[in-house]
Nanobody, 122 residues
Framework: QVQLVESGGGLVQAGGSLRLSCADS????????MGWFRQAPGKEREFVAA????????YSSDSVKDRFTITGDKAKSTVYLQMNSLKPEDTAVYYC???????????????WGKGTLVTVSS
């Protein structure tokens, strides 16, 4: 059974850093890639960053580019999100997701973790 388990969330001051981890305990085979999404209170879930296993291509949204970095270890089925220079507007529940396809939209993800809360204080 596929299980994506996130860890690393917490409370941090603006300008600080956090590192999120997501492990696929079920070892999804033939997965195209894994990514991170986030959902702030009252807002829709949005794409943050993703990594494609085939060529280790990475993608990130404009709002986090230059601050967040996604990396992954395919052998361990684990992805990481290094978040630097955090801002209060980064406050959200961060979800790990996995997909068999290549479209990084919440509706196109096949597997989701339960999420981890990141709170950035001003």
């Amino acid at each position: 059974q596929v299980q994506l388990v996130e860890s690393g969330g917490g409370l941090v001051q603006a300008g600080g850093s956090l590192r999120l981890s997501c492990a696929d305990s079920g070892r999804i085979f033939s997965i195209y890639g894994m990514g991170w999404f986030r959902q702030a209170p009252g807002k829709e879930r949005e794409f943050v960053a993703a990594i494609e296993w085939s060529q280790t291509n990475t993608y990130s949204s404009d709002s986090v580019k230059d601050r967040f970095t996604i990396t992954g270890d395919k052998a361990k089925s684990t992805v990481y999100l290094q978040m630097n220079s955090l801002k209060p507007e980064d406050t959200a529940v961060y979800y790990c997701a996995a997909t068999y396809g290549g479209v990084w939209s919440p509706s196109r993800m096949q597997y989701w973790g339960k999420g981890t809360l990141v709170t950035v204080s001003s």
